[in-house]
T-cell receptor
Framework: NAGVTQTPKFQVLKTGQSMTLQCAQDMNHNSMYWYRQDPGMGLRLIYYSASEGTTDKGEVPNGYNVSRLNKREFSLRLESAAPSQTSVYFC???????????FGSGTQLSVL | AQTVTQSQPEMSVQEAETVTLSCTYD???????LFWYKQPPSRQMILVIRQEAYKQQNATENRFSVNFQKAAKSFSLKISDSQLGDTAMYFCAFMKLHGGATNKLIFGTGTLLAVQP
């Protein structure tokens, strides 16, 4: 039972480079989320998707774009990476209605 | 806007003892959920316990229990019989019930718990 799978697990970028973080879930969940985790700040919501074809901004969306490719996959793109985007990124999914989130194992991204 | 505050950045406890992690939150909502998540060194976020605000009874999951004080907006986590595997970062989180399809969590800054042998 894979749950939520994120790739890659680690990535180093130079300032200005672009990349896409991939996320897929096999639990048939409608909702998916991208969070970033920074020391002393907890996890903050970047973007979320309530269902296939819809996306909405979270608390810290600047510098990011997302795509809900289908019900399983939700990708996060950094068009022009900046050092301030050095962080650990988590993808999560949940069922409709109040319930718990299932998290991936995270992507550690360093922007030099 | 809702906020979640964890005032203890780090805590330490001896194996087999009991420890309590504090969390306070600020909201004007009456219907919401509160959570404690554990993040061990593996980075994986694991749900420890969940409390619905409309339930007066405190949630319990094996060695983990909460003290939910709605009027005081306090939600502490008690870990009994601490084990070495409990060593982790613990996050308190808030979720507003808004009737929508998404479950957006607002997290506190975390408490790093070290269980000493």
């Amino acid at each position: 039972n894979a749950g939520v799978t994120q790739t890659p697990k680690f990535q180093v970028l130079k300032t200005g480079q672009s990349m896409t973080l991939q996320c897929a879930q096999d639990m048939n969940h409608n909702s998916m989320y991208w969070y970033r985790q920074d020391p002393g700040m907890g996890l903050r919501l970047i973007y979320y998707s309530a269902s296939e074809g819809t996306t909405d901004k979270g608390e810290v969306p600047n510098g990011y774009n997302v795509s809900r490719l289908n019900k399983r996959e939700f990708s996060l793109r950094l068009e022009s990476a900046a050092p301030s985007q050095t962080s650990v990124y988590f993808c999560a999914s949940s069922e409709s209605g109040p319930g718990k989130l299932f998290f991936g194992s995270g992507t550690q991204l360093s922007v030099l | 806007a809702q906020t979640v505050t964890q005032s203890q950045p780090e805590m330490s406890v001896q194996e087999a003892e009991t420890v309590t992690l504090s969390c306070t939150y600020d909201t004007s909502e009456s219907n919401y959920y509160l959570f404690w998540y554990k993040q061990p060194p593996s980075r994986q976020m694991i749900l420890v316990i969940r409390q619905e605000a409309y339930k007066q009874q405190n949630a319990t999951e094996n060695r983990f229990s909460v003290n939910f004080q709605k009027a005081a907006k306090s939600f502490s986590l008690k870990i009994s019989d601490s084990q070495l595997g409990d060593t982790a970062m613990y996050f308190c989180a808030f979720m507003k019930l808004h009737g929508g399809a998404t479950n957006k969590l607002i997290f506190g800054t975390g408490t790093l718990l070290a269980v000493q042998p």
